[in-house]
C-alpha cells in the first residue's frame, strides 16, 4: 500500500451529510463528498493485510461478508492514495458496472469485513468508491464504449433494476444485441421508483441509461412482459431470456380491518412520492402531509417511508419493528468478519429526531388489528408487545401489554415474499419454497430451456450490490449457453 501504516496513524472520516432540520424541506441528496485531501488519507488507512476480506463476498450465516462484486478495493484504495484518479476508475469498473449506485446506496458490506475493522473503524470504503466514479463523470473519462463486434444472438431481459442493468451491460458488451423491458414508464425498477431520490438523484440513473442506450442496448417501457408480449412471442423473437423481475411480492400484515382507507404499502407509496417529483407536481398524491404516520416494519423501506414522510410534512412518525432494538457493539454470536449487526441511526431516523424531539422507532410491537372509524378510514393500530423465546427462537405475546397507537396513515413495510405470482403463471418456471425463480446459483438456468434468472427474482430481497453481481454472473452463463464459451469476468 501507499502508506503501510496509515492505519495506524489516521482516523476515520466519515462521509459529511447535509444537516437535518435543513435537508428535510427539500428532496436532494442529503450526502455530501469528502475533500480530496480527506479521501486520500481514508485511502492510506488500508492496510496491507495480505487476504483482503473486504472482498470474499460470502455468504455467512445467511448474510453477505464482504462485496458480492469481489471489488478490487486494496488496489483502488492505493491508486487513489497516490492521486492516480483515472487508473482508480478503471480497476473499480472491472468488477462493478453501476460504481455511482453502489457508493450511494449501498450499506457497504465490504466496511463490516475490513481488517481496520477488527479494532479500529473501517477504511471509509464507500465514500472512496463514490468519490471515483463521480471524478470519473466530472472529468469526462466515461464515454459510450459500443461492442466493435456483434454477433447474430438476440436477448431480452425483463426488468431493468440493477440485476437486469448488469446483464444487459454484459451481454451487450460481448457482442449480442440486447433489449430491456421495463412494465414501468422510466427504466430503472427499484433504483428509479422504490430508492428516495435523497439517497439516489434520478438523474445519476438517467444519465446511466443513457450511457448504456448509447452503446446499443435497446430499451422498451410501459410493457408487462408474459401479459402485453407473450411468452411464445419472446421465446419466437429472443436467443434467450433474463427474468430479472425482482422480489416484488409484498409481506401483507392479515390482521382484521386491513382494508381501512387510508392503509398503504410502502414501495407503491414511494413510488407515488418519487413520480410526483419527476413530473414537478406542487402537490404529492399520496401524501402524508399533517397526519399521524404509522410504519410497520424496521428495514430500510421503512426508514425510506420515514424520510418521505418527513418531507411531506407529517405530523408525527413512528416506525414499529417486530424485533429488538440491537446491541451497541458486535455480540459473541455475530464475530468479524460477518456483517455487523449493531445498532445504528439511519440519516431517516436521525431526520425524525431532529424534527420531532426522539427517534421514531419502537421494538417488539406487533399489530393485532387496525382500528378504523364509521366511515372506513384508519384511526389507528391496537398493538401488543411480543418477547423472543430463546429456545424456539420464536416470538410470543406478552400478556396485558395491549396498546393503541392513533394513525391517520399507516404504511406497510414489512418486507416481501417473492417474485410476483404472475411470473410463474406466464413463463411456466419453476418456483422456490421462498417464492423465487428456481435457477442454481452460479448456473441462473431455470427449468425452461433457454429462459435464465437473477437477482432478487431468482435470490429474494436483498442489496443492490448482490442485485449487480448476480446480473454480472448470469450474464456469462447465458453468454456460454449461446456460443459454447464465454470471456465475460
Known amino acids: 500500500m501507499g502508506k503501510a501504516t496509515g492505519f495506524m496513524e489516521y482516523d476515520r472520516i466519515e462521509t459529511p451529510v ?6 428535510v424541506r427539500d428532496w436532494n441528496e442529503y450526502s ?84 481496520v475493522a477488527i479494532s479500529e473503524p473501517a477504511v471509509g470504503i464507500k465514500s472512496i468508491e463514490r468519490a471515483i466514479i463521480d471524478r470519473g463523470f466530472a472529468e469526462g473519462w466515461i464515454k459510450p464504449t459500443p461492442p466493435k463486434v456483434r454477433t447474430e444472438k438476440k436477448i431480452g431481459v425483463i426488468g431493468s433494476g440493477p440485476a437486469g442493468l448488469a446483464c444487459a451491460d454484459q451481454l451487450n458488451q460481448a457482442g449480442h444485441t440486447v433489449t430491456v423491458f421495463e412494465k414501468s414508464d422510466r427504466i430503472g425498477g ?55 423481475t425482482g422480489a416484488g411480492k409484498p409481506r401483507e400484515v392479515a390482521v382484521p380491518n386491513r382494508d381501512s382507507k387510508g392503509i398503504h404499502l410502502a414501495v407503491p407509496y414511494l413510488t407515488a412520492s418519487i413520480r410526483d417529483l419527476l413530473l414537478n407536481k406542487t402537490e404529492q398524491s399520496l401524501s402524508a402531509a399533517g397526519k399521524r404516520v404509522i410504519i410497520i416494519g424496521g428495514g430500510d423501506t421503512g426508514a425510506d417511508c420515514v424520510a418521505t414522510a418527513l418531507r411531506q410534512g407529517a405530523k408525527s412518525i413512528l416506525q414499529l419493528g417486530r424485533r429488538g432494538k440491537l446491541e451497541e457493539e458486535r455480540s459473541e454470536n455475530n464475530p468479524w468478519p460477518e456483517y455487523p449487526h449493531v445498532f445504528q441511526m439511519d440519516y431517516a431516523h436521525k431526520e425524525a429526531e431532529a424534527v420531532y424531539g426522539m427517534d421514531p422507532r419502537e421494538y417488539l410491537l406487533s399489530p393485532v388489528s387496525f382500528v378504523k372509524n364509521e366511515a372506513c378510514e384508519v384511526t389507528g393500530i391496537r398493538t401488543v408487545q411480543v418477547e423472543r423465546d430463546e429456545e424456539t427462537k420464536r416470538y410470543r405475546e406478552v400478556p396485558n401489554s395491549e396498546r393503541i397507537l392513533d394513525a391517520d396513515m399507516v404504511l406497510i413495510a414489512a418486507g416481501f415474499e417473492g417474485a410476483e405470482d404472475a411470473i410463474f403463471e406466464n413463463f411456466k418456471v419453476k418456483k422456490t419454497k421462498q ?10 438456468r431455470t427449468s425452461e430451456e433457454g429462459i435464465f434468472a437473477c437477482g432478487d427474482a431468482r435470490y429474494g430481497q436483498s442489496l443492490v450490490v448482490t442485485a449487480i453481481a448476480e446480473g454480472r454472473e448470469a450474464a456469462r452463463e447465458v453468454d456460454f449457453y449461446l456460443m459454447g464459451e464465454t470471456f465475460l469476468p
Not at 447535509?18 to 435537508?23: G, L, T, V
Not at 450511457?211 to 423473437?237: H, P, Y
Not at 417464492?435 to 441462473?444: L, M, P, S, V
Open 32 to 115: 455530501l463528498p469528502l475533500e480530496e485531501a480527506d479521501l486520500k488519507i481514508q485511502a492510506a488507512r488500508c492496510m496491507d493485510c495480505g487476504v483482503p476480506f473486504c472482498s470474499i463476498g460470502m455468504e455467512i450465516k445467511n448474510g453477505v461478508s464482504g462485496c458480492p462484486l469481489h471489488n478490487l478495493i486494496p488496489e483502488w484504495n492505493d491508486a487513489v492514495y497516490r492521486g492516480d484518479w483515472k487508473e482508480a476508475l478503471e480497476l473499480l469498473l472491472k468488477t462493478n458496472n453501476f460504481p455511482e449506485f453502489t457508493g450511494r446506496v449501498c450499506p457497504a458490506p465490504c466496511e463490516g469485513s475490513c481488517t
Open 18 to 23: 447535509r444537516k437535518p432540520k435543513e435537508r
Open 435 to 444: 417464492q423465487t425463480i428456481e435457477a442454481a446459483k452460479g448456473f441462473y
Open 190 to 244: 427499484l433504483l428509479m421508483y422504490g430508492i428516495p431520490t435523497m439517497k439516489l438523484d434520478k438523474e445519476s440513473v438517467s444519465r446511466r441509461v443513457q450511457l448504456l442506450e448509447a452503446e446499443g442496448i435497446r430499451f422498451v417501457t410501459n410493457v408487462d412482459c408474459g401479459k402485453d408480449l407473450s411468452f411464445q412471442e419472446l421465446k419466437r423473437d429472443f436467443d434467450a431470456l433474463v427474468l430479472a
